[in-house]
């Protein structure tokens, strides 16, 4: 039988502590590939590179690293370097969570969402950042949602976001399908001086925390479940798109 291909892609760069995990899992399901950064690119959004070129560079064993975007590791990954046969793109393992509002901001779900666009079934994997012992477990429960994944395929449009708790070097036996749930930002903005006097700023705070309701995936991971999370391409707002046909647009 032939071996699916897989794309990996994250957005912790090349040294990701998560990366090798997700490899070692998705090589027991299908023929390895590996797209990521050359450099952390955490929070890059869905964001594509246009205005500078893109470098591609071959490490050897199916590794390629980008000087461009998590999003930018999956198109080319998926056009360039395997020219569109792909079954599955995998994303992560991230070192940090992505529930609720952070999947705005995360570079491990656009790489997931760029496969989307491009019509390839697509999972983003992310951790609790203190479950640096469960990188193996995680891979394992990878390795059995990806086999379900090719076997059953996804909605026109859809990816999934899971979420792994700490586990303590547990295996993890099952996730829970869940929404997204509310995450909560700090507002500070830190600013400083440098030593000629010039100012600068940091946008980093106070640890991002959830709100803990049940059915959301902030509510699973705290009960140290795993969560699974359908996202959809089309973010529109049905009720809404009713209550603009009243207004005198």
């Excluded at 394992?140 to 070097?169: E, T, W």
């Excluded at 440098?194 to 509510?219: F, I, K, N, S």
Aim: charged share 25%; hydrophobic share 35%.
């Amino acid at each position: 039988m032939k071996r699916p291909k897989i794309l990996v892609c994250n957005d912790d760069g090349i040294y990701g502590p998560g990366l090798p995990a997700l490899i070692a899992a998705m090589k027991k399901v299908g023929t390895v590939t590996v797209s990521v950064p050359d450099h952390e690119r955490s929070a890059d959004s869905h964001s594509l590179t246009l205005h500078k070129p893109i470098r591609i560079h071959n490490r050897g064993d199916g590794v390629y690293t980008l000087n461009g975007s998590p999003a930018d590791c999956a198109r080319f990954g998926v056009l360039e370097i395997l020219k569109g046969k792909v079954d599955l793109v995998v994303s992560g393992i991230n070192r940090g969570y992505n529930l609720g509002e952070d999947v705005i901001y995360s570079g491990t779900v656009a790489a997931a969402m760029e496969a989307t666009l491009l019509k390839i079934d697509a999972i983003a994997f992310s951790m609790d950042p203190d479950g640096s012992k469960d990188w193996k477990g995680a891979g394992l429960f990878a390795q059995r949602l990806a086999k379900q994944v090719l076997s059953k395929k996804l909605p026109k449009g859809v990816c999934l976001n899971v979420n792994f708790p700490a586990n303590g070097g547990k295996p993890y036996k099952a996730g829970m399908p869940a929404k997204l749930g509310r995450r909560i930002y700090g507002t500070d903005v830190t600013r400083r001086s440098d030593p000629r006097g010039l100012e600068y700023y940091w946008l980093a705070g106070r640890q991002v925390t959830g709100v803990d309701e049940p059915g959301t995936d902030v509510g699973v991971v705290s009960k140290g479940k795993v969560s699974v999370t359908p996202l959809k391409i089309d973010s529109t707002d049905v009720d809404m798109l009713q209550d603009l046909s009243s207004w005198a647009l």
